[in-house]
Every structure is written in C-alpha cells, then in structure tokens.
C-alpha cells in the first residue's frame, strides 16, 4: 500500500485545515482502518485519530476531540482529517497510517503502511 498525504499548510491561530491522504493498493481500500498520528518538533510522533474501514467507528485523542473530525471515501480510496480550531500546539508533521488488523488501534506500532507526512503550521 502507498499513501500519499497532502493538504497541510501554514493557518492562523483558530483557522481550519484539511488533510487528505488517497492510498493506492490492490486491496480493497475499506479492508484497512486508518489513522492519523502527527509529530512536533523535538517530540514523538503520537495517535491524533483513527477509522474503521466503514468509517463507522472513530477514536480521537483526547486533545483534539470535538475540533478534528475523520472521515472517509472508500470510492475514492481516501480519508481525510479535518481540523478546526486550530491551535499553536497542533504544530506537527501529520502522517496517515493504514492498518490490516480487524480492530481501530491508537498504536503506532499497530499500523502497517504510513505515508510521507504533510507539515501543519499554526501560527499564534
């Protein structure tokens, strides 16, 4: 599996943001749960959120609850992460991860495929 993420960018303060990541494989896009994890500089990279391959089940990390949204269309082999209210501390490299396992996993280590990562930027 290739991903390939994109849609990161530099926002103000309180400013939105979508991230798209489109997968390219030979399986079937909905068969893998996907995540978003994201790293800051000087810190280690950490789970933001996750999806079912439905997109019936979400798992969100506590510090973006309620303002960063998953999403996806498995017709177009892509999910997305959007961001709303966006603060300084959001400031990270974001990288999507696909996962063949039968369950919505916050590991790291669980996932199998990761893309290149695509660089948010928020300005205070």
């Known amino acids: 599996v290739q991903l390939q993420a994109s849609g990161g960018g530099l926002v103000q303060a309180g400013g939105s943001l979508r991230l798209s990541c489109t997968a390219s494989?030979?399986?079937?896009?909905?068969?893998?749960?996907m995540g978003w994890f994201r790293q800051a500089p000087g810190k280690e990279r950490e789970f933001v959120g996750a999806t079912s391959g439905s997109g019936g089940t979400t798992t969100y990390a506590d510090s973006v609850k309620g303002r960063f949204t998953i999403s996806r269309d498995n017709g177009k082999n892509t999910v997305y992460l959007q961001m709303n209210s966006l603060k300084a501390e959001d400031t990270a490299v974001y990288y999507c991860?696909?996962?063949?396992?039968?369950?919505?996993?916050?590991?790291?280590?669980?996932?199998?495929?990761w893309g290149q990562g695509t660089l948010v930027t928020v300005s205070s």
């Open positions: 991860a696909a996962d063949r396992s039968g369950y919505v996993s916050r590991i790291l280590a669980q996932y199998d495929y």
């Open positions: 494989s030979r399986r079937t896009f909905s068969s893998f749960n």
